[in-house]
């Protein structure tokens, strides 16, 4: 199993990121490899299953994601079992500067169709789309000035 962990710092309450998480189409806008998000069922406490098409590489992947555990405002945990096997946990501590975003996934590292020499290339490569993500999330949700001076 690989493990990527990245953190963030994002400039609103920890509810305003859980909520915009909630719907997994959100990740379209935040995670520049994601394709596509289809069959979204979304429960009331924030849990998700879809299907998702995610290209690693130029290659594509097709999986399944459902929540495993959720606590409200403060995790989320998201399996996939199918696709790139792998379990994002995302975590919300609320601070004074924000919200601190941590994301660690824990995934198998497809080598069909690369091959082990391409190993070491993914691992950067993965670490890399998590950063990304998290950036863009907190570009994303970075507040308006009028909304900021409150």
């Known amino acids: 199993m690989e493990k990527v962990k990245r953190s963030v710092v994002v400039d609103v309450p920890a509810a305003r990121v859980y909520d915009y998480l909630t719907d997994p189409r959100s990740l379209l806008e935040i995670w520049p490899s994601m394709v596509e998000v289809s ?11 879809f299907d998702w098409t995610y290209r690693m590489a ?10 495993v555990e959720v606590q409200r405002n403060r995790l989320r945990v998201v399996k996939n079992e199918s696709g790139i096997p792998s379990t994002f946990r995302w975590t919300f501590e609320p601070g004074e500067a924000g919200t601190t975003v941590d994301l660690e996934v824990d995934y198998e590292l497809p080598l ?3 091959g082990r020499l391409a190993a070491p290339f993914l691992r950067w ?9 998290l950036s863009n999330l907190r570009a994303k949700l970075k507040p308006a000035a009028a909304e900021a001076r409150v």
């Open 39 to 49: 069959h979204v069922v979304v429960g009331g406490e924030g849990e998700q299953s």
């Open 125 to 133: 490569l993965n670490a890399r789309e998590a950063e990304t993500m």
């Open 58 to 67: 130029g290659v594509p992947f097709r999986g399944h994601a459902d929540t």
């Open 112 to 114: 069909q169709p690369f």
